[in-house]
């Protein structure tokens, strides 16, 4: 009865307990939300101890300033610094080459105590090349995810011109009120033409951080229409609307040739899986595929066809819309 009565207690404190979580935990964060919107708000740039505010935009010092100097007069760095900056990782190049170098010692040396000299290298270089594989991949779905809310920024561009506001003011609007990454994006254009840099240039740069066509049509237009007039608030909406087209036959194409890619993902996983299930079926079989040199050769031969096969097959699905 005791074991009966503690049980019951303990489970109805953890349904309690998830039920508070469950009704407390999203009001908890709006309010630090809010709270942390208002300290932004609120905050003046004022001179403190003596010391001026400054326009210049200071870049972050990572754990290796001098090598991050250093990378900065190159080409490769300019470009780590891009994909960075698009990426929305806060990071710096130092740190990121730091990381990059420090996975491919632990993984040489790691290598090295269970495995023969010559893998060593190739898991080293797999390895340090992981920090930029994880950019790329953040790159990609946040240009992505940009992409998809473009739209909305430009709709409330158009109503925010429809209202009266001034352009300049229509940007600080969609900076506030958009969320990630459109919102950020949009923020930095609007503080630099705040600071004096021409709208052109701004709008152009917002370009090359978002390397989409949509956003290069954009500044494109906003930049013809300031030299030539014209009603921007209907060239918005019509961009919008050719946007969101574009992704309705995007997904129509995705829903047509989801056959392919099912196809290419079954006979990618078809023999991996099989080769499992031969492994405890005939182990003997299995293990003359790993021994022989030919069994080598033609394992060797199998991955290479698989791959070519992979990329072949998504490159026929790939349609450009």
Known sequence: MLLAIGVFLIVTGIAMGVGWAISAIPGNLAQKRLEKRLREVGSVSSTT?????SVVR???QGPLPAVQKLLGKTGAGAGLSRLIDQSGVRATTGGIL???ASLAVLGMFGVLMFSPVGAAAPIGLLLGALPILFLLQRRSARIKKF???FPEALDLLARALRAGHAFQTSLGMVADEVAEPVGPEFKKTFDQQNFGLPLKECLFELADRMPLL???FFATAVTIQRETGGNLAEILDNLAYVVRERFKILRQVRVHTAHGRFTGYVLLALPAVLGIILSYLSPDHMNTLFTEPMGKQMLLGAGVMQTVGYFWIKQVIKIEV
């Open 214 to 216: 949509d956003v290069r």
């Open 49 to 53: 101890t003596g010391e001026t505010a």
């Open 98 to 100: 730091l990381v990059s």
């Open 147 to 149: 992409e998809e809310q």
């Open 58 to 60: 200071q870049d972050e």
